[in-house]
């Protein structure tokens, strides 16, 4: 099977200001991407996680990015890297998602041992390593392999939308 992604993040921004003769403009403009082949070194990734996903009121559930998971034709998949990762909370979600490391066995390597991003309704997250970077996100089969995604409240259920891509080794 072979893999071919792009990783890209993107904010772009124009702030305009009307003058006595004219008016001005200040465009921003931040686009970072990296193309990754087939493969397993620097600058390429060879499996992909993506799912749609509900969390019950005041549940959690753990991404255990060694051997659990299952790639789009339901072969187990076992992350030594991770490359990029993408999650998004549902704006349709009352409570906030919250992202981070596991107690037991924390996927520690993007946010350390104990922390955390909160996704606000209609909120997305994503890390992307660069193209060279031949470590990206390490991930330990057994001791630091775990990803939290928690439901912040009761009452309601949340849904959310995540993709990993990164290489077996």
Do not use: C, H
């Not at 008016?23 to 970072?32: G, N």
């Not at 499996?47 to 790639?71: H, K, P």
């Amino acid at each position: 099977m072979s893999l071919t992604s792009t990783l890209a993040l993107a904010a772009f921004a124009e702030q305009t200001s009307t003058l006595d003769l004219g008016s001005a403009a200040s465009p921003v403009r931040l686009q970072r991407s990296v193309q990754l082949a087939s493969g397993t070194g620097a600058g390429q990734a060879d499996l992909v996680f993506s799912d749609r996903r509900t969390i019950s009121a005041s549940g959690a559930e753990d991404l255990d990015l060694a051997g659990v998971l299952l790639d789009a034709f339901g072969a187990t998949i076992t992350f030594a890297r991770v490359k990029g990762l993408f999650i998004s909370a549902s704006a349709n979600n009352a409570n906030n998602v919250v992202v981070g490391a596991d107690a037991t066995n924390p996927w520690a390597t993007l946010l350390n041992a104990a922390g955390t991003v909160t996704l606000r309704p209609g909120a997305s997250f994503a890390a992307v390593a660069g193209a060279t970077d031949s470590t990206a996100y390490a991930v330990t089969a057994g001791t630091g392999d775990l990803l939290q995604v928690a439901n912040s409240a009761g009452g309601t259920s949340v849904t959310y939308d995540v993709v990993v891509i990164g290489a077996s080794a």
